[in-house]
């Protein structure tokens, strides 16, 4: 598995798990959690989290030294295309122009669905501003061929609803995602648990994101590690390639010729 590295903008990465900052109960809490997970990509939102903005308060940085990590700026919490931007624009000043980012703009804050119109129109923005573009979407083949195609470095389809830790909700659609991309794949939002992270693995995603499914948890860096080895495990069993389903088979497992006393 050591050469089979997830590649994102033309940098490659040995952990296909990325994962949030948010939602800890402290920094420490959080540095732990990341160290159990693997994870080499953190996201951060730029509205919730300081890294920078106060001066006179702790700052993620400390924690998480972006010499350690890459760092993926979000724009969680943005619900138009202007305040997207914007909060990338600041991000890239803060983390010294720091190209490679997450965006997402929501629909609204009960279901926090993403609104399409408005993440096309930011994406187009932030591509030509030269922004590395990771961009949360709907599950939805077509939007993200779009995406893909206005120049976007991965295409990220919710599994469910974010934080609502339902899993994979319509894995017919990630798959069409997955055959027509030639950009990485990552499923964002939803998963709940580690079997949902095996699930999209093992679909042919090319990582995933996540960060309540960990720091939701009862014990967050024991979940951390076992998304780890979910998110191994899946990859592992996409690429060996699982038994065709059959409802019966008339070929018993082992042969029944030679047997013992026939």
Request: proline letters at 5%.
């Amino acid at each position: 598995m050591s050469t089979d590295n997830l590649v994102i903008a033309g940098k490659s990465y040995a952990s296909r798990l990325l994962v949030g900052t948010g939602k800890y109960k402290d920094f420490a809490e959080t540095r732990a959690a990341v160290d159990a997970s693997g994870a080499q990509i953190v996201t951060v939102a730029i509205r919730r989290v300081n890294i920078g903005q106060d001066s006179s308060q702790p700052s993620l940085l400390d924690a998480l030294p972006p010499s350690q990590y890459t760092y993926l700026p979000n724009t969680a919490g943005c619900y138009t295309a202007d305040e997207a931007i914007r909060t990338l624009r600041l991000a890239r000043e803060l983390l010294d122009g720091h190209s490679l980012v997450k965006l997402e703009v929501l629909g609204d804050q009960h279901t926090l669905f993403p609104n399409m119109p408005e993440t096309l129109k930011a994406a187009e923005v932030l591509v030509k501003d030269g922004f590395q573009v990771m961009v949360y979407c709907a599950d939805d083949p077509i939007q993200a061929k779009i995406l893909e195609g206005i120049g976007c470095v991965a295409v990220m389809p919710l599994a469910s609803l974010i934080g609502s830790g339902m899993g994979i909700l319509n894995p017919w659609n990630l798959k069409l995602i997955i055959e027509a991309a030639k950009v990485p794949v990552l499923v964002d939002a939803g998963v709940g648990t580690a079997s949902d992270a095996a699930i999209a693995m093992e679909l042919g995603c090319d990582g995933v994101l996540m960060n309540t499914a960990i720091a939701g948890a009862k014990n967050p860096v024991l979940m951390a590690s076992a998304m780890k080895k979910a998110v191994e495990a899946g990859r592992e069993a996409f690429l060996a390639g699982r038994m065709p389903k059959k409802f019966y088979t008339a070929s018993p497992s082992s042969p029944t010729g030679g047997l013992i006393g026939s």
